[in-house]
């Protein structure tokens, strides 16, 4: 089945750009999903389509697509965006949604 | 406002039976494909089964096929999950997530999550 690869952590100061990568066979044409998770909470979309927002979402996150790696960027991160970000994709050979295993993001 | 509440998460022995419920509000539940995902503790996220907005076409993950039934009734509202001869490693928090109508791959809400142990 389709494998997700994610770097375990992450670490950035607070004000600058933090890149959160999701690795994958061909992972460029499929839709890359992000989902930010604080401690006790449930998931919240923060990225979908690869580069779309929705609604709520700060301009400070985005997201890109291209070859075998797609990236979650967080401009002028802040304390409050310390949380596990995980990446999905469908699976259209399995027909099923695919999570990657998660980023922790500390904000030094 | 749309809101997912699951309930019927607790403590179960090894090869007992569970049934998670989902009540959705805020949006029009018949047009929206309905999943459960699931974390086990300190674990990342795993998804458990897919069902169409009409109940027609389901899906389930290969670590819970012929154990797990999901179903739904719109008229209510919900989303239900029937889960039989549990084990140790179905521990973990439950959630009821949605993917938007027309085509939508994504998980765009979520609940709040219910926890289900199994343990003797």
């Known amino acids: ?108 | 406002e749309v809101q997912l509440v699951e309930s019927g998460g607790g403590l179960v022995q090894p090869g007992g039976s569970l049934r998670l419920s989902c009540a959705a509000s805020g949006f029009t539940f018949s047009s929206y494909e309905m999943n459960w995902v699931r974390q086990a503790p300190g674990k990342g996220l795993e998804w458990v089964s897919y069902i169409s907005s009409s109940g027609s076409t389901i899906y389930y993950a290969d670590s819970v096929k012929g154990r797990f039934t999901i179903s739904r009734d719109n008229a209510k509202n919900s989303l239900y999950l029937q889960m039989n001869s549990l084990r140790a490693e179905d521990t973990a928090v439950y959630y009821c997530a949605s993917i938007p109508a027309a085509a939508g791959t994504y998980f765009d809400y979520w609940g709040q999550g219910t926890l289900v142990t199994v343990s003797s």
């Open chain 1, 1 to 108: 089945s389709y494998v997700l690869t994610q770097p375990p952590s992450v670490s950035v100061a607070p004000g600058q750009t933090a890149r959160i990568t999701c690795g994958g066979n061909n992972i460029g044409s499929k839709s890359v999903h992000w989902y930010q998770q604080k401690p006790g909470q449930a998931p919240v979309l923060v990225v979908y389509d690869d580069s779309d927002r929705p609604s709520g979402i700060p301009e400070r996150f985005s997201g890109s697509n291209s070859g075998n790696t797609a990236t979650l960027t967080i401009s002028r991160v802040e304390a409050g965006d310390e949380a596990d970000y995980y990446c999905q994709v469908w699976d259209s050979s399995s027909d099923y949604p695919i999570f990657g295993g998660g980023t922790k993001l500390t904000v030094l």
